[in-house]
């Protein structure tokens, strides 16, 4: 398979970078180096720390060793021999790999290599491959010379503890890329550049979204404009959850632990949960990881029978999750985040026809957003579960049902479900090609019936709902990050947190241009007037920095005939448009979420309003 040989040729250039390291830094000391999605890296402890500008230096010993065409040669050795080997070499971390296959096997280090095959039992042998004097323990396979390991790029060196513990010895990693062409080599290193320059936390400094600060770590400050497009999208969803009958609700924040119990969270989530309590009562609280809970006892309030079902219950829902400091990661990997979280209870019966309902308002949503490209995955029944073979095939067989019914192409992510029940999962692909998963759908018989949730069913008799839960953006934090990035930071007018920027040619033009941001303004367009003293040209490119959509530049001419110079943010330039013109052009835009394409080319002329 071609993932397979590409593979072979990440994991190979890691050996040839290593070789190349070892020439030009005797005496270093090599940890683990797999080959990872875009290339390669390998753990390093040279005797000096490495420095970027050194990268270049190893590029070139490793392109000596490609030009040479050297085989890889590999040998069985007895595991004993190959720890005297590593240990005359002074190789300490391989004599560390090397003890733990001998008495657990290779599972026992397989998230630091990388081994997808890993065994359990302790090993008698090992291979050694050996490229240019240099010798590696590894399993293979490789390329067989090291003229075929493709395109590759060194591309940063970072911080990195040996098997990832902090109390173990810092070593330097070093990233390659490496791909089967230059071509496919060029695109990944301009995909890169693109991230670097759309990058969620960059843009939301620029254009003033949000901020973090270390008093609240993986909390969000969000300032007024980035609190707008989150608004903007609770906005849409309430108006999505409405029609299609959900009923929204608020759950608290703090509940008693009892209940964290009573839902088996206490038990098996209690290190990511943040607890608290109060002096003048002994009780302790958690604040809400999940909604679920919070759900069933409203779900409880009042009998409820199978004509009532399907409730659909929707929350957005304010959670906090413990992260690890060093794993948060902007919008995407925050502590404090906000789910469009619902939840609905149903009979076993309604399962495939809920089930396909969902699937499809899901990705009617990611199309509003501009998201075509989405899969689907069904992860189903795990190793360690509960409930019996036949409720599995019943959930199982109603998801495959759901997804067949509304069309849906999927894949099988084997094994992969919780321990109650199977789950869809909804992949979508951004503008730069990264997948990101946002909405899943649960099936979980388990919880009612631990939080005791009933209804009565059609012969009179206390039965248990089945739960679905469902979650479209996922955490709205994140879905915002990877909106930012998507778009650039250059939303469709719907979403701009500014719509429009007033741009008054000279002081003269303050009154209309505050006349013309009233009538938008109530018109419900986002609209600020920039009353700085910068030149006209400095303010429009400020705006277009800002990727305010629209620009209405307004000077004599455009106040003596109610109109005003629209620009767009690309530079286009629509000319003179009276203004109750410009707000119809905007409200469409924003009811059919779709920005009108203008078809003529970009006027090149700075001068708008001349
Ligand atoms: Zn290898
Ligand atoms: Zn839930």
Redesign the pocket.
Known sequence: MADDALHRMR??C??VMAAAVQTLFPGTKFGV?PAISNGFFYDVLTPEPLTEADLGRIEDEMRRIVKKRLKLERREVDVDEALELMRAGKQDFKVELLDLLKSKGSTAVAAETGDEDAVADGVDTVSF?TIAGFT?L???P?VDHTGQVGAFKLRSIAGAYWRGDQRNPQMQRLYGLCFATDEDLKQEIWRQEEAAKRDHRKLGREMDLFHFQEEAPGAVFWHAKGWTLFQTLIGYMRTRFKRARYQEVDAPQLMDRALWEASGHWANYKKNMFTTEIVDEERTFALKPMNCPGHCQIFKQGIKSYRDLPVRIAEFGRVHRFEASGALHGLLRVRAFTQDDSHIFITEAQLAEVAKQICEFILSIYRDFGFTDIAIKLSDRPAERIGTDEAWDYAENSLKAALDAAGLPWTLNPGEGAFYGPKLEFVLRDALGRDWQCGTLQVDPNLPSRLGVSYVGQDGTKQIPIMLHQANFGSLERFTGILIEHYAGAFPTWLAPLQVMVVPIADRHLDYAYDVADRLAAADIRVEVDASAERMQKKIRNAQMQKVPYMLVVGDKEAEQGMAAVRLRSGKDLGAIVIDDVIERITQEVRTRQDIVVAEPADATAEAAA
């Open positions: 994991h190979s890691a050996h180096g491959y590696d590894c399993r293979g490789h």
